[in-house]
Structures are given as C-alpha cells and as structure tokens.
C-alpha cells in the first residue's frame, strides 16, 4: 500500500514488533505505527479502513470485539485471513445491524504477493468496495494490465472463492508431487534431470507459479551438497482451507473429488509411523519400474497432469457455481479466473485460458464442455490412461490422476449404475425409486414378496 502511495498506520499487540518494523521493513517509507488500537484509529482517515490479518477464528472475533467501541457508523473492518466462509458472513451481518461495514477479503500470494502484488478476492458489505476499491486494485497484481482484484460478492462469497482456490492450490500440490513420484520411482530420473523436466513444462501449456518453484526446489541443495528436498519428512501439514473446500463439495452435493483425494492424500502422508510399518508387511507388485520409452512417458505423464488439471478447476468452478445458487451471489467466473491469473499461488498461462472460456461464454455450464477444454482433454486422453494403468500396474499411489479420470468417464456417461443404488435402497428400505419414463414420480416395488407396499419418505439430504 504504502508502495502506491496509501499511507499506512501498522499495529501489532506485541507492540515491539511495530518498533522493529518501523525500523526494519518499513524504514524510509511513509508507513506510521501504532501501540495501542486507540492510537491506531485515532490516526486514520474518515470513513475508517482498519485490515486484519489474524488467524482464523475466535482471534478474528476477538480483535472485532475490540475494535467495535473505537469505530463509528460507516468504517470499514477487512479480515485478510483465511476465514471460513460462514464466520464471514455472520460477521457482516452482525456488523450491519452496527452500522460498520465488514469486508471479508481473500488475500493470496505468500510473501511475494504481500509485498509486490497479491491476488485479492473481497466480499462481504458491498457498501464498502467504493471506500476500498482504488486501494485494492491498485496494489494487487496485475495480468495484461488489469488488477487480480474484483468485487466478489456479498456475505461470505470472497472468502468462499479464497477457500475455492486453496482447494485448488491443493489439487495442483499434489497432482505436481504424483508427477514427481512417477519420475523418481518409476523412471528413476535424478533431481536435477526433474527439474529440467518442470523447466520445460513451464514453458507450455503448464506454465505456472507452482511448475515453476517446484522446478527450484528439486535442485536446490543442502549446505552439505546434496538435495534439501530428499531429506524433508514425508508428512504434509495443512491449516484447513482443503478440507473446508471438500467439506463444502459435501454440504453442496458437489463432486470435488481431486480436491477431496488432495486432502486425504496428506492425511495419509501423516500416517508416517504406520505407513512405515505397513511397507514391511504389504507386498505391492514385484517392480516399480518402468521399462518403456522414458521420454514418451515424460509426455504422458505431462499430459495426464494437465487432463487432470482440467478436471479439478472444472470441479471447483462447478463448486462455485452450485454455492452461488444457493446462497444468491452473482459470481463472474471470468472475473474469478482473472483473480487468479496473477499475484495468486495458483497463478498460471490456463487461468488465462479459463478466463477466456466464460467471456466466450458467460453461462458456460462446466469448463469441460468449453471447446478449448473438451478438445484439450480429448488430446491428453491416451496419455492419462496410459499413467493411470501404468501407476496402478507398478504399484504407486496416484489418488488425484485416478480420480480425476474416473469424475470424466463419469461425467461423460449418459447412464451410469446409480440404477443399481436405487433398486438396493428400495429393496432393502423402501427407500423408493423412479422410473426412467416418469421422473419424479417414486414409487417402491414390493421385491421379495413379503415386504409389504408401505415405502419411505422420499427426500434427497
Ligand atoms: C495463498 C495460500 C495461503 C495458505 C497456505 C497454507 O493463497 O497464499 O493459499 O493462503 O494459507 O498455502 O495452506 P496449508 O497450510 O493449508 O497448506
């Protein structure tokens, strides 16, 4: 902010930490500080813009709670974080009925971002976004000239799209580690000859921020010399955002599934001690190597990524979708895909193309049946079965690939066996059924002979 010519007045309850920033990182700036919340609202401008960046929960609540006494109708609070969705929109209706307008902002872009340009997703009072708008969109990053920042939506809805995107950053993580897995196990590549691999990659269709770092850190090497990456305890951490986004894919009856399995992937990675345990007493297959052409599976596995890439935004967008339906957001799904065109974790040349499929056509049903996308996935098809089957056959895990083919061959079946689910439920339950000539009537068949015609009430949870 202060790089674009906002003056900024900085506060931290350790208050010794605004000494050594107005010494440090802010020296020669025209940043101001603060050592108590007081001073701090004292020194802003009317209406007030006050933005936290606090961790998620009770500690959001609880800088509000202070915050409320020292505000007057008409200032803005904006929470950075990553907040459940839910939490912020109770919050801008509770701040309503106070007269303080509340903005709950997704923010993106790690280090870099904050510094030079991050990606922003604000939601909530809608009232607010004249008061902030010229600040956000300024400092946020650009993509061709035009800010990673919009309007989101009213409530909730920009902390819902941040939480869509680390589901998404999540995919992409792990889709990234498969590759990596099925290099280092089954093509026996060395690290710098994979992160050659990710250089080229990123000079394509894959191009993005996430092909580019893992490209540095597979050669990045220890003080010792060797590679730092191969010492790292195989156990991924997670602060929640992936599971809000699966849980969400849940409540709204919407399959996520790559995100899902991301999710359940570092679960696994976790179970570090007992994974240990296991690989002594379950055999897999008698080799995990492949003994093919290796620059031809580099393309296939190259591909498969970027199927399966396809796949999970398309998921996470028909999860944006389905969520917006439900609670009245208005959500431009271009304007959501140029958000995180730059600035992002998730940052990539396919958002781009992404953005492109909704101006082409703004009520775009799902990204798979965009042509750009159909014909993409119609193309890398061959190559993510051949992946599929081979980590399958050589005995590695690869939970986002599998799934992510298994969601097309599903989404693309005209009839799939779920008759088969309805006729167990009715049979065993009384669950009831419909016909494929008359749907939405359910009707319950008595299968057994002795099981009565009384059936359940029918309803969909
Ligand atoms: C971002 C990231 C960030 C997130 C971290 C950690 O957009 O800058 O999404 O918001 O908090 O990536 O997430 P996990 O600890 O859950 O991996």
Same mark, same amino acid.
């Given at each position: 902010m202060d790089d674009h010519g906002f003056v900024v007045c900085a506060y931290n309850r350790t208050t010794e930490k605004v000494d050594q920033f107005l010494a440090n990182e802010a020296k020669g700036t025209k940043v101001i500080g603060a050592r108590s919340l007081e001073e701090m609202v004292q020194k802003l401008k009317n209406p007030k813009r006050v933005m936290m960046l606090v961790k998620a929960g009770q500690a959001v609540d609880d800088f509000i709670n202070k915050l409320i006494p020292l505000l007057?109708?008409?200032?803005?609070?904006?929470?950075?974080?990553n907040s459940e969705y839910q939490d912020t929109t109770r919050r801008t209706a509770e701040l309503h009925k106070k007269g303080i307008l509340y903005v709950g902002s997704g923010v993106s872009g790690?280090?870099?971002g904050a510094r030079y340009g991050p990606?922003?997703?604000?939601g909530g009072n809608p009232e607010a976004w004249s008061s902030i708008k010229s600040i956000f969109q300024s400092i946020a990053a650009k993509a061709n000239g035009e800010p990673c920042c919009d309007w989101v939506g009213e409530d909730g809805a920009g902390h819902f799209v941040k939480m869509v995107h680390n589901g998404i950053e999540y995919g992409d993580m792990q889709l990234i580690c498969e590759a990596y897995h099925l290099m280092k196990t089954a093509l026996s590549l060395t690290n710098q000859e994979m992160s050659e691999v990710f250089e080229d990659w990123n000079k394509g269709e894959l191009d993005s921020f996430l092909i580019e770092i893992t490209k540095d850190i597979l050669k990045f090497k220890d003080s010792d010399g060797s590679y730092l990456l191969e010492k790292i305890r195989d156990s991924a951490g997670q602060k929640g955002t992936g599971k809000w986004t699966a849980v969400a894919g849940l409540?709204?009856?919407?399959?996520?599934?790559?995100?899902?399995?991301?999710?359940?992937?570092?679960?696994?990675? @976790?179970l570090l001690d007992e994974r240990k345990h296991a690989s002594s007493v379950l055999k897999g297959p008698p080799s995990s190597k492949y003994t093919g052409d290796k620059k031809q599976f580099l393309e296939h596995i190259r591909q498969a990524l970027y199927a399966s890439k396809i796949v999970s935004y398309a998921q996470g967008f028909m999860l944006l979708r389905e969520a917006a339906k439900v609670h009245g957001w208005n959500l431009n799904y271009g304007g959501i895909a140029l958000m995180w065109r730059g600035g992002c974790i998730i940052r990539s040349v396919f958002l781009g193309n992404i953005k492109t499929a909704f101006e082409r056509n703004p009520?775009? @049903?799902n990204l798979l049946l965009d042509p750009f996308f159909s014909e993409a996935v119609q193309r890398c098809q061959a190559s993510w079965r051949e992946v599929v089957a081979t980590g399958a056959t050589l005995g590695i895990p690869l939970p986002t690939f599998s799934t992510a083919l298994a969601?097309?061959?599903?989404y693309r079946s005209e009839r799939l066996p779920a008759n088969l689910i309805q006729a167990q439920r009715d049979y065993f339950g009384a669950h009831t059924y419909e016909l494929l000539t008359s749907p939405g009537n359910?009707?319950?068949t008595n299968w057994t002979g002795h099981g009565?015609?009384?059936?359940?009430?029918?309803?969909?949870?």
């Open positions: 007057d109708k008409g200032d803005i609070i904006i929470d950075g974080g790690g280090e870099d990606s922003l997703m604000p409540e709204y009856g919407m399959p996520v599934t790559l995100i899902g399995e991301s999710v359940f992937a570092r679960c696994l990675s @976790s009520k775009l @049903s969601f097309y061959d599903g359910f009707i319950h009565g015609n009384v059936s359940a009430s029918t309803y969909q949870a």
